[in-house]
């Protein structure tokens, strides 16, 4: 095979002055992977192929390194003899470059993702530990309270006054609370291990619970709720 012209492209590409300079270099601008694309072309002709495209890399004269698709195919009027055939180099040096980053990056993200999905699940053991462990601190005063409230009430059951009977019972429904915001703590700090479940919520009822619970600190304070439908 004989290289019989080359464009300025082609000079460009090789950082070559001229087509001399290009001719007398010319080996050295070719690497394994260029060598076996080149040898693929000699099959591909052998074949009786008359195209072909791959992508390879070549060298400068100065010696670097070009990523490049190679095309050939066999000029027109030789299909005969394959005795003639045209090859082109497209310098896709900045794609490669540019994939390259793009490809370098998404690892980074992708262990990124991986350290904080970590970090994360440390995070929620810490959370169920510290849960169960403050909910087991609290249920023993709450027991206590639940229990002296109720011998309390059955004691002096027949000397309390109504006003002191609503205070008991305050205090027993804020021990309820109180337990059922504990079992509450504990089911948030298990989200973590449990799957994602989807449903309607009716955010009217949810806003007038909310506006209830809130009632023994508001009755006595002049408040006007405003609240459109939701």
Not at 51 to 57: N, Y
Not at 75 to 101: D, H, M, Q, W
Request: charged content about 25%.
């Amino acid at each position: 095979a004989k290289i019989t012209d080359v464009n300025q492209a082609a000079l460009a590409l090789h950082e070559a002055a001229s087509k001399d300079e290009l001719f007398v270099g010319l080996l050295n601008t070719f690497t394994p992977e260029s060598f076996k694309t080149f040898q693929q072309e000699l099959v591909c002709l052998w074949n009786g192929e008359m195209g072909m495209s791959q992508d390879a890399v070549v060298r400068t004269l100065a010696g670097d390194v070009r990523n490049v698709t190679v095309y050939f195919s066999v000029c027109p009027g030789y299909e005969g003899t394959f005795s003639k055939v045209l090859v082109s180099l497209n310098n896709i040096t900045e794609r490669k470059r540019a994939e390259e980053e793009i490809r370098r990056l998404n690892d980074e993200l992708e262990q990124r993702v991986i350290d904080r999905t970590a970090q994360l699940q440390a995070a929620n053991k810490e959370l169920e530990a510290f849960a169960y462990s403050v909910s087991h601190d609290l249920r023993a005063p709450l027991r206590h309270i639940d229990g002296f409230i109720e011998m309390l009430q059955k004691r002096a059951e027949a000397t309390l006054d109504d006003k002191s009977r609503h205070f008991m019972a305050m205090i027993a429904d804020s021990s309820q609370k109180m337990g059922t915001l504990i079992d509450d703590l504990l089911s948030f700090s298990r989200m973590g291990r449990s799957e994602m479940i989807t449903g309607q919520v009716d955010l009217d009822e949810l806003v007038d619970e909310v506006v209830r619970q809130f009632e023994p600190e508001t009755g006595s304070r002049n408040i006007e709720w405003n609240i459109a439908a939701l």
